[in-house]
């Protein structure tokens, strides 16, 4: 029986299960796999990054964009803890990312080994399954588990600790056979209970002003047509998250728009005050949607809520029929039950969506014309809107660009063309998540938009993008100012600004000085063309726009509005 080494065993099990891409970064208990990488003829490609952080993002934003699986990789020790921001990131936006990261050996533990530390106690809270490996043998095994558990039920990101001892046994290569659609998510799929959908439906249909109100997980399912099938059923309007849009086109009659406290407004509020039946699919209800659990009123409206969690279902508010399922199948057949019911649209969803969106934009088309300087943010949502194709995908950071680019951003594509991450709203996500995207959709032109506290927190993966000739469009929103903390303090805390400020960086000359061909804009008139120069071209580009603070600006933030 011939056998192999665990090295081998490990990145030959990626390769039977599909896998295209690992993004990481090199350590000396990695030595063993990075060999068994360069001896083996696998057909992936390692990108190596500047830091674990960005390989993880890297790995998350390849993974919204293609439908596989993203893998990342990292060193014991310090890479353990490094790459922590990203896996938490991804299994709490269900994103299926596999990490692994190497270890001191077996054989040490417990011996002060440098590097030493419980790394499955450590990812234990930050992903949905965890191991570290004890011997070679384990290791097909354990990779198959890994698959099965990321992208079936409720997707999520897992974690193997892979010693350095572990990588240097024998593996017998007949154990190495992988089931390749596990790396597609989701698989596996669970419709919801066919009685609840009959119960579901019976309450759509004696509505008279049901709203859905849309999570993630749509795009995530790929049900983007079963969604507007029930809508335009019932003439309900299509309210979404920041991490639902690309579940309705945004030209779409019934598509109302982001609602909450980022990215929401005072007219797509009132739509959500206006219902009398809430549908929240895929959709959690968190305090951002809700803007803390006002908004739709705990108590007054009747809710369904359809989530392949059992657990997330009538967390946050009663419902009144309860849909456990993947959102395409379970969505089809409330699509099939409302037609053979005999649904009827109504003309409700229709008037309050248009009435809605001609008033904020309203607003948004004077602030985004301005030639005020510094430069507006909305004039760069506005410009942006015009320069890129639909096929773009735009990844903001949870700054300065998030809530505007969420409110104001259009795109008339189903799908994931816009990206935040709204799990836990890190700084530094923007850049390394494009650059990741870019592997996983090639064809498609990748934006990054960032704040300049962003930028600081990234800019060491330039080097990255240029050595490896990326061709993203990026975008800093410069203020010099953590803009949120400082529109904060301006808003409930008395405009007692402390320790939010710092000095302007030249990021188009930092830029530069990686090899990035870069540009600084400061006077309106000239955003477009430099915009468009940054968007046709063929290798990475850097627009540094000199902006308004948040603080004084009138971003889609519900507490600051108010």
Same mark, same amino acid.
């Given at each position: 029986?011939?056998?192999?080494?665990?090295?081998?065993?490990?990145?030959?099990?990626?390769?039977?299960?599909?896998?295209?891409?690992?993004?990481?970064?090199?350590?000396?208990?990695?030595?063993?796999?990075?060999?068994?990488?360069?001896?083996?003829?696998?057909?992936?490609?390692?990108?190596?990054?500047?830091?674990?952080?960005?390989?993880?993002?890297?790995?998350?934003?390849?993974?919204?964009?293609?439908?596989?699986?993203?893998?990342?990789?990292?060193?014991?020790?310090?890479?353990?803890?490094?790459?922590?921001?990203?896996?938490?990131?991804?299994?709490?936006?269900?994103?299926?990312?596999?990490?692994?990261?190497?270890?001191?050996?077996?054989?040490?533990?417990?011996?002060?080994?440098?590097?030493?530390?419980?790394?499955?106690?450590?990812?234990?809270?930050?992903?949905?399954?965890?191991?570290?490996?004890?011997?070679?043998?384990?290791?097909?095994?354990?990779?198959?588990?890994?698959?099965?558990?990321?992208?079936?039920?409720?997707?999520?990101?897992?974690?193997?600790?892979?010693?350095?001892?572990?990588?240097?046994?024998?593996?017998?290569?007949?154990?190495?056979?992988?089931?390749?659609?596990?790396?597609?998510?989701?698989?596996?799929?669970?419709?919801?209970?066919?009685?609840?959908?009959? =119960? +579901?439906?019976?309450? !759509?249909? @004696?509505?008279?002003?049901? #709203?859905?109100?849309? /999570?993630?997980?749509?795009?995530?399912? *790929?049900?983007?047509?079963?969604?507007?099938?029930?809508?335009?059923?019932?003439?309900?309007?299509?309210?979404?998250?920041?991490?639902?849009?690309?579940?309705?086109?945004?030209?779409?009659?019934?598509?109302?728009?982001?609602?909450?406290?980022?990215?929401?407004?005072?007219?797509?509020?009132?739509?959500?005050?206006?219902?009398?039946?809430?549908?929240?699919?895929?959709?959690?209800?968190?305090?951002?949607?809700?803007?803390?659990?006002?908004?739709?009123?705990?108590?007054?409206?009747?809710?369904?809520?359809?989530?392949?969690?059992?657990?997330?279902?009538?967390?946050?508010?009663?419902?009144?029929?309860?849909?456990?399922? =993947? +959102?395409?199948?379970? !969505?089809? @057949?409330?699509?099939?039950? #409302?037609?053979?019911? /005999?649904?009827?649209?109504?003309?409700? *969803?229709?008037?309050?969506?248009?009435?809605?969106?001609?008033?904020?934009?309203?607003?948004?088309?004077?602030?985004?014309?301005?030639?005020?300087?510094?430069?507006?943010?909305?004039?760069?949502?506005?410009?942006?809107?015009?320069?890129?194709?639909?096929?773009?995908?735009?990844?903001?950071?949870?700054?300065?660009?998030?809530?505007?680019?969420?409110?104001?951003?259009?795109?008339?594509?189903?799908?994931?063309?816009?990206?935040?991450?709204?799990?836990?709203?890190?700084?530094?996500?923007?850049?390394?998540?494009?650059?990741?995207?870019?592997?996983?959709?090639?064809?498609?032109?990748?934006?990054?938009?960032?704040?300049?506290?962003?930028?600081?927190?990234?800019?060491?993966?330039?080097?990255?993008?240029?050595?490896?000739?990326?061709?993203?469009?990026?975008?800093?929103?410069?203020?010099?100012?953590?803009?949120?903390?400082?529109?904060?303090?301006?808003?409930?805390?008395?405009?007692?600004?402390?320790?939010?400020?710092?000095?302007?960086?030249?990021?188009?000359?930092?830029?530069?000085?990686?090899?990035?061909?870069?540009?600084?804009?400061?006077?309106?008139?000239?955003?477009?063309?430099?915009?468009?120069?940054?968007?046709?071209?063929?290798?990475?580009?850097?627009?540094?726009?000199?902006?308004?603070?948040?603080?004084?600006?009138?971003?889609?933030?519900?507490?600051?509005?108010?």
């Amino acid at each position: 029986m011939s056998q192999v080494t665990g090295g081998e065993a490990f990145a030959r099990m990626l390769q039977l299960h599909g896998v295209k891409h690992i993004f990481g970064l090199c350590g000396d208990t990695s030595l063993p796999f990075y060999d068994a990488m360069y001896r083996l003829d696998h057909g992936m490609q390692h990108i190596l990054t500047r830091d674990e952080r960005s390989a993880a993002y890297m790995a998350d934003g390849y993974a919204r964009v293609s439908g596989r699986v993203g893998v990342c990789e990292g060193p014991s020790g310090g890479g353990a803890t490094y790459i922590l921001p990203g896996i938490v990131e991804a299994n709490e936006s269900s994103i299926p990312v596999l990490c692994f990261t190497s270890d001191i050996s077996v054989s040490a533990r417990g011996r002060y080994a440098l590097t030493e530390l419980d790394q499955q106690a450590l990812f234990k809270p930050l992903t949905k399954w965890n191991t570290v490996l004890d011997t070679g043998a384990d290791i097909p095994r354990v990779l198959r588990n890994a698959f099965k558990q990321m992208t079936t039920g409720r997707p999520g990101a897992v974690h193997i600790g892979l010693p350095y001892d572990v990588q240097k046994q024998a593996v017998d290569e007949s154990d190495l056979w992988a089931d390749p659609s596990l790396n597609v998510y989701p698989s596996r799929r669970d419709c919801a209970d066919p009685a609840a959908i009959a =119960d +579901a439906a019976k309450l !759509l249909i @004696a509505a008279e002003r049901p #709203l859905f109100i849309v /999570g993630g997980g749509v795009v995530i399912s *790929g049900a983007e047509a079963e969604l507007i099938a029930c809508a335009e059923g019932l003439g309900a309007p299509v309210a979404t998250t920041i991490s639902g849009q690309g579940s309705i086109g945004d030209a779409h009659p019934l598509a109302l728009g982001v609602v909450g406290s980022n990215g929401g407004t005072l007219p797509t509020r009132a739509v959500v005050q206006a219902a009398d039946l809430i549908v929240f699919v895929t959709c959690r209800a968190g305090s951002v949607t809700t803007e803390r659990w006002r908004f739709p009123a705990p108590g007054k409206v009747n809710v369904i809520q359809l989530d392949i969690d059992p657990g997330v279902i009538g967390t946050n508010y009663p419902v009144a029929v309860g849909l456990t399922g =993947d +959102a395409k199948l379970t !969505l089809a @057949a409330l699509r099939d039950e #409302l037609n053979s019911r /005999g649904a009827r649209q109504g003309d409700w *969803g229709r008037k309050a969506v248009a009435a809605a969106k001609q008033e904020k934009f309203s607003a948004f088309r004077q602030l985004a014309e301005s030639n005020d300087r510094p430069i507006r943010p909305e004039r760069v949502v506005a410009e942006l809107n015009r320069v890129l194709p639909a096929e773009a995908v735009v990844v903001a950071d949870p700054g300065t660009p998030c809530p505007y680019f969420s409110a104001y951003y259009e795109n008339d594509l189903t799908g994931r063309h816009f990206i935040s991450n709204r799990a836990h709203g890190a700084l530094g996500y923007s850049m390394a998540a494009a650059a990741g995207a870019h592997f996983g959709r090639p064809g498609a032109k990748i934006v990054s938009v960032m704040g300049d506290g962003s930028f600081g927190f990234t800019v060491g993966e330039l080097e990255t993008i240029c050595r490896l000739k990326i061709p993203l469009a990026m975008v800093v929103i410069s203020n010099s100012v953590y803009g949120w903390i400082k529109a904060g303090q301006k808003t409930g805390f008395g405009e007692r600004y402390f320790s939010v400020d710092f000095s302007r960086t030249d990021h188009a000359a930092v830029a530069s000085a990686f090899g990035v061909k870069s540009y600084t804009v400061d006077d309106p008139a000239k955003l477009r063309e430099t915009l468009e120069l940054a968007v046709e071209a063929n290798e990475p580009v850097l627009v540094d726009v000199l902006s308004q603070p948040l603080q004084e600006a009138r971003a889609p933030v519900s507490e600051w509005i108010a």
